[in-house]
């Protein structure tokens, strides 16, 4: 997977050692980390957070990126490919500050994100493993093609599998 390309009004590209604070953000809103974390993240633990996502491109060989919108060059958000140890298959993942909700921003990224996968990962099968609460998420998964497969429990909860084609 490259370390960078571009959408329309987005730079995806690889984090570096100050995109934690932009991307406190979204880790510090009871409404966005509500069904990822189910609470917001101190400073350290967004910093960690990152570096996770970091750390997961020397593991994999690929994994999130910063969404840095062209415009400001803030980071408004991470979409990319995602793969812990527990979970049940390889994801496109994404999730963005609140005030960039609603705005195309996540779709953009996460088209993208699949076209590139696609070329450089053609033979990995993709999901969404996505709260089956979080009806933005399913909304987003739908229109960016991926169908519902089946819910599963993860995590001590009920959660949908979403797969990419």
């Given at each position: 997977m490259?370390?960078?390309?571009?959408s329309e009004r987005l730079i995806i590209r690889t984090f570096n050692d100050t995109d934690w604070k932009d991307l406190h953000d979204y880790y510090s809103d009871t409404e966005t980390t509500k069904y990822t974390f189910g609470r917001v993240l101190s400073e350290g633990e967004t910093?960690?957070?990152?570096?996770?996502?970091?750390?997961?491109?020397?593991?994999?060989?690929?994994?999130p990126y910063a969404l840095e919108e062209k415009?400001?060059?803030?980071i408004i958000g991470v979409s990319g490919l995602w793969y812990p140890a527990?979970?049940?298959e390889p994801e496109i993942k994404?999730?963005?500050?609140?005030?960039?909700?609603?705005?195309?921003?996540?779709?953009e990224a996460a088209r993208k994100v699949k076209e590139v996968a696609k070329e450089y990962l053609p033979e990995m099968s993709l999901i969404s493993l996505i709260h089956s609460k979080n009806s933005p998420s399913i909304k987003l998964a739908l229109a960016i093609g991926a169908n519902f497969e089946k819910e599963i429990l993860f995590r001590e909860d009920n959660w949908s599998i979403y797969r990419h084609h």
């Open positions: 490259p370390q960078k390309f571009e910093w960690r957070t990152v570096a996770s996502m970091v750390g997961h491109w020397s593991i994999r060989g690929y994994g415009g400001s060059g803030k527990d979970w049940p994404w999730g963005l500050s609140r005030t960039f909700q609603g705005k195309g921003y996540a779709s």
